[in-house]
């Protein structure tokens, strides 16, 4: 028996997060953040060509709190700096695990050197919420590279690269503070995987490239993203072409969730509390 899906949804009509990021915003949205539940946000660029400049697109100096922010990129190369002296480039196939947690300011722009060339760039964005225990701990960074990925062949040609929990035995580099399966699955042309999580897991797809055909029925394109029912069974994908598929499932957190722009806590009262800290710069410096 096949997980059933809830729906299948369209990217909806992209909006620009600075000048660099040109997102198309599956969650909140179309999917609450309750829904997909602690994946708060998806902020997709579909793939879209940037001209050069020297000047690099992106977005300027911003805070964060009590979540964390996971960006991995297809194609183009993206640069963060942070207030904990953190900062990285995020390659293809990488990805940026940033534990916002108690406060932490960040910039986020295309690395200056693929700027220069103009290019391809394609990235996912999503935000994933931390348990209130967890929400004011000290910030954290996972710089998550080709060679920390976790590869695990199906087959010659096709592999599921695995950035978070687990898959048969395999585990994910990412640490997590809530159960959660992050992966990319390359599938060559009529080749497929099948996977299995746990029935109160909120588990979605992203088609990043190629038409799959899942669980032997609907046909799925790319850019369209696909939310599954909290059902018992099997998620099987087949490529109907070359595909690459991200796979996100994760154990809901039961507690409130109070959000406002870059802030995401329990109440209100912690909201307002972000806010004073946040005017009050304790969550650094950084230009
Ligand atoms: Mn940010």
């Not at 096949?2 to 179309?30: C, Q, T």
């Not at 990043?208 to 394109?221: A, F, P, T």
């Not at 722009?261 to 109440?267: L, Q």
Request: aromatic share 10%; glycine share 6%.
């Amino acid at each position: 028996m096949f997980r059933p899906v809830e729906k299948i949804l369209n990217p909806p009509s992209f909006h620009m997060v600075g000048d660099g990021f040109r997102v198309h915003n599956f969650i909140p949205g179309a999917v609450t953040m309750e829904r997909m539940n602690p994946i708060i946000m998806m902020d997709y660029n579909s793939k879209y060509y940037f001209s050069p400049t020297d000047q690099p697109r992106g977005v300027d100096v911003h805070p964060h709190r009590g979540f964390e922010t996971i960006t991995i990129a297809y194609k183009g190369r993206i640069a963060h700096h942070d207030s904990k002296g953190n900062s990285g480039i995020i390659g293809e196939g990488e990805v940026q695990w940033m534990t916002a947690a108690s406060g932490i300011l960040h910039k986020e722009y295309h690395e200056r050197e693929f700027s220069k060339q103009g290019g391809e760039f394609h990235m996912v964005q999503l935000w994933l919420n931390l348990p209130a225990k967890y929400k004011m701990i000290e910030p954290k960074y996972q710089s998550i590279d080709k060679d920390s990925i976790e590869t695990i062949k199906i087959s010659e040609l096709s592999r599921i690269e695995l950035i978070a929990g687990k898959y048969k035995a395999h585990q994910g580099p990412a640490t997590t503070f809530t159960n959660a399966h992050l992966s990319n699955i390359y599938l060559k042309q009529s080749e497929e995987c099948e996977f299995n999580f746990r029935s109160d897991d909120n588990t979605c797809i992203l088609i990043v490239e190629g038409s799959v055909e899942l669980n032997n029925d609907s046909k799925i394109s790319t850019d369209q993203f696909v939310l599954f029912k909290n059902q018992e069974g099997m998620i099987k994908i087949k490529a109907l072409e070359d595909a690459v598929v991200l796979l996100i499932s994760v154990e809901p957190i039961h507690e409130p969730i109070a959000a406002y722009g870059p802030f995401v806590m329990n109440t209100q009262d912690e909201l307002r509390e972000a806010f004073r800290d946040y005017q009050m710069g304790k969550f650094g410096e950084l230009n």
